[in-house]
């Protein structure tokens, strides 16, 4: 079992960065396929980006293709989303999640693919 805690959101104006990161409990991270997904108030949760369990395949939304990356750090138990040139649509909670895999270039971009879930932190971007 893992636990995930995620860190990072806040308030930002629209064009501006931001990193989150999800930080995961236990000693098996690297056994854990990894994605972001974000849900914005009456919509649906919406995937935002995957990376597999060597962090070799890595998978972007193509909403925000071209100004967020995943990546992971399997010696600090963390995958990290960095977020740039914002817009307000970006606005939303955004969680992340884990998907226990035996194969190292797996990555989920469903959300029913994932059994672990953090609660998410919260992004506004203000326009």
């Known amino acids: 079992q893992v636990q995930l805690v995620e860190s990072g959101g806040g308030l930002v104006q629209a064009g501006g960065s931001l990193r989150l990161s999800c930080a995961a409990s236990?000693?098996?991270?690297?056994?854990?396929?990894m994605g972001w997904f974000r849900q914005a108030p009456g919509k649906e949760r919406e995937f935002v980006a995957a990376?597999?369990?060597?962090?070799?395949?890595?998978y972007i939304a193509d909403s925000v293709k071209g100004r967020f990356t995943i990546s992971r750090d399997n010696a600090k138990n963390t995958v990290y989303l960095q977020m740039n040139t914002l817009k307000p649509e970006d606005t939303a909670v955004y969680s992340c999640?884990?998907?226990?895999?035996?194969?190292?270039?797996?990555?989920?971009?469903?959300?029913?693919?994932?059994?672990?879930w953090g609660q998410g932190t919260q992004v506004t971007v203000s326009s």
């Open positions: 999640a884990a998907h226990f895999t035996p194969y190292p270039e797996v990555a989920v971009t469903t959300p029913f693919g994932y059994e672990y």
């Open positions: 236990g000693r098996t991270f690297s056994s854990y396929a």
């Open positions: 990376i597999s369990r060597s962090g070799s395949n890595t």
